[in-house]
């Protein structure tokens, strides 16, 4: 019986889906809280304190502890989600153009995150932009095949080795991907401090300071995804967000669409679909998207949100590497049912080798997971990060 394009809206039934910045308001409202209390300085005139000899005494400054709160999206007033409101109103877009001259030796933008643990030994990985594999446009940093042929796929991927079984073959293996990093000063913060650095984190294309935090996720040892938000059954009342890829449009316009999105941080090594069940649904408008990302060298994650999506049917024609994610692990925002989820997950990457699942970065979901990896090591399951999945057959 053939399925009818009517109000079966997948991105609500199924994954109950909102726009970014609409699912994540909760971070938002409590990273936007304004911090109490003010710098304390304490000024020691005694010799015991005076620095370094020179008869000057030392300052000290006790900061408060989220300076970085006034980067947060602004309040929500108007009853209108965030994600609607004009870009360039309500939040600055600081992600344009990039110049080699203004990065850093090592190319970063720095972000100062008072929630960083000190000393946590993270396997950090290089800070974005790297020339060889993007290229500088007016709009921003795209990513693009280096010279040598090295693709943003495999130069922004997290390296991974895994320790063979004693008799031979790969422990069960599970990649976990935490989306909607970005929006949210606080939870973006949560999100990359708490989180092993084997789970990779998707930034969506609109903030202040992407490249910035998508770095200091880097440093953290997180790889990072850029998340597409693309058109769902029930648009425009239900909005991803500006820059939607639509199936109403031209494929010109659609991929001016995507050059926008793409430009707004460097540091990915693939995409992911936010939303998107109409436009995954229709080859038509599909197709001139994934060959153009694959064009670029990064790869795509489906986060299986729908049962139509020829994301992975169309991939080989279009020459781009696509994976499917297995299961959404906060459908249902309580402990209990996360834990289900992430069993779930456990017992399909027993008897498959390697599942790779999804989930937002809410506080509860970030609480969860962080302490549901912790126990894996006994149960013989290894979290690997989703680039990794790219390089197997399988998941």
């Given amino acids: 019986m053939a399925i009818e394009d009517t109000d079966a809206d997948e991105d609500i039934t199924h994954l109950k889906k909102r726009s970014l910045a609409a699912a994540l308001t909760p971070l938002a409202l409590v990273g936007g809280a304004l911090l109490a209390g ?11 304190h005076v620095s370094g000899g020179n008869g000057m005494p030392e300052v000290v400054l006790k900061l408060p502890r989220d300076p970085g709160i006034r980067a947060a999206p602004p309040r929500p007033g108007d009853g209108a989600p965030l994600i609607r409101k004009s870009l360039k109103a309500d939040v600055p877009d600081t992600t344009g153009p990039v110049s080699p001259r203004a990065l850093s030796p090592d190319g970063s933008f720095r972000v100062i995150d008072p929630l960083q643990a000190r000393g946590s030994g993270h396997r950090a990985l290089r800070s974005a932009p790297i020339k060889a594999v993007t290229e500088y446009t007016r709009l921003g940093p795209l990513p693009r095949i280096a010279r040598d042929g090295r693709l943003p796929a495999q130069v922004y991927a997290r390296p991974v080795s895994i320790k063979p079984l004693p008799g031979g073959g790969q422990p069960a293996r599970i990649a976990l991907f935490i989306g909607g990093m970005g929006i949210s000063v606080s939870g973006t913060s949560r999100a990359i401090n708490t989180l092993p650095e084997e789970i990779t984190l998707g930034f969506a294309p609109y903030g ?26 029930d648009y425009p009342d239900n909005d991803p967000g500006p820059h939607t890829l639509l199936s109403s449009v031209s494929a010109k316009e659609n991929i001016a669409r995507l050059k926008w999105l793409m430009t707004r941080f460097a540091g990915y090594f693939g995409v992911a679909n936010y939303m998107g069940a109409r436009f995954t649904s229709r080859a ?55 834990r289900t989820r992430l069993a779930g997950l456990e017992a399909a990457a027993k008897k498959r080798g390697l599942v790779i699942g999804v989930g937002t970065g809410l506080p509860l979901t970030v609480k969860t997971v962080a302490k549901w ?12 990060p989703v680039s990794a999945a790219f390089k197997t057959s399988n998941s």
């Fill in 38 to 48: 003010v710098a304390v300085l304490a000024v020691w005139l005694s010799q015991d």
């Fill in 208 to 233: 202040r300071n992407l490249q910035g935090w998508v770095n200091k996720a880097r440093r953290n040892g997180h790889e990072v995804m850029l998340q597409l938000p693309m058109e769902p059954f």
């Fill in 284 to 338: 038509e408008a599909l197709g001139p998207v994934l060959n153009w990302i694959g064009k670029r060298g990064v790869v795509f994650l489906d986060d299986g949100g729908s049962r139509r999506s020829k994301i992975a049917e169309m991939a080989a024609t279009a020459g781009i590497k696509v994976k499917v994610a297995a299961t959404v692990i906060d459908e249902g925002q309580t402990p209990g049912s996360i």
């Fill in 373 to 384: 990896a912790k126990t894996l090591k006994k149960r013989g399951i290894v979290l690997i």
